[in-house]
């Protein structure tokens, strides 16, 4: 069974920094690319970023452009989103997926981020 | 690639019919899914591809449509498909443009 599960949200205050962990079992994660979307209260989802198998390339949103870095570690099965220079928008649960050709079949149960001083 | 759903809200009875729309503001080709999400669960692929049923999804879910316009129908409307559905674009750019998501479009109980 696919899981994936993500951890290291909380409170912090704006301008502040974030490590978000997302760990993946069930499948081969070395196989595919990974994705971050997040849900900002009363609104949409929203894509975030995406990282390809060895971690080469990746893909962001404006929004969250030259802040945020997508990592991983295939070694760990694990999958990073760092956060910096947090915005009070950037409050949101933020969810893990795996990337299959573009669509999301797997998803994590997603962390809150809330940004507030 | 900017991405439009309509109607922001549908509301229907169970039994019905539901028809959702969403547009793309250049082609996308097939590069098209649509997910369900309900309050404080993972959102859940339905279809991609634009007509591929995913894995388990009960066969009153369809999808249609290429290109700029696609719809999501759900024949005959269950108790449990009361949600927000969103759809999302992939299509593979030789740049940095992002995937993006519609604004959703809410199916609740008339």
């Known amino acids: 069974e696919v899981q994936l599960v993500e951890s290291g949200g909380g409170l912090v205050q704006p301008g502040g920094s974030l490590r978000l962990s997302c760990v993946a079992s069930g499948f081969s994660f070395s196989d595919y690319w990974m994705t971050w979307v997040r849900q900002a209260p009363g609104k949409g989802l929203e894509w975030m970023a995406n990282?390809?198998?060895?971690?080469?390339?990746?893909k962001y949103v404006d929004s969250v452009k030259g802040r945020f870095t997508v990592s991983r570690d295939n070694a760990e099965d694990s999958l990073y989103l760092q956060m910096t220079n947090l915005r009070v928008e950037d409050t949101a649960i933020y969810y893990c997926?795996?990337?299959?050709?573009?669509?999301?079949?797997?998803w994590g149960q997603g962390i809150l981020v809330t940004v507030s001083s | 690639i900017v991405m439009t759903q309509s109607p922001a809200t549908l509301s229907v009875s169970p039994g019905e019919r539901a028809t959702l729309s969403c547009r793309a503001s250049?082609?996308?080709?097939?590069?098209l899914a649509w997910y369900q999400h309900k309050p404080g669960q993972a959102p859940r692929l339905l279809i991609y591809g634009a007509s591929t049923r995913a894995t388990g999804i009960p066969a009153r879910f369809s999808g249609s449509g290429s290109g700029t316009e696609f719809t999501l129908t759900i024949s005959s409307l269950q108790s449990e498909d009361f949600a927000v559905y969103y759809c999302?674009?992939?299509?593979?750019?030789?740049?940095?443009?992002?995937?993006?998501f519609g604004p959703g479009t809410r199916v609740d109980l008339q």
């Open positions: 999302q674009q992939y299509k593979p750019q030789y740049n940095d443009w992002p995937f993006t």
């Open positions: 997926a795996r990337d299959d050709y573009g669509d999301l079949p797997h």
């Open positions: 250049q082609s996308v080709a097939n590069n």
């Open positions: 990282i390809n198998h060895d971690g080469s390339e990746t």
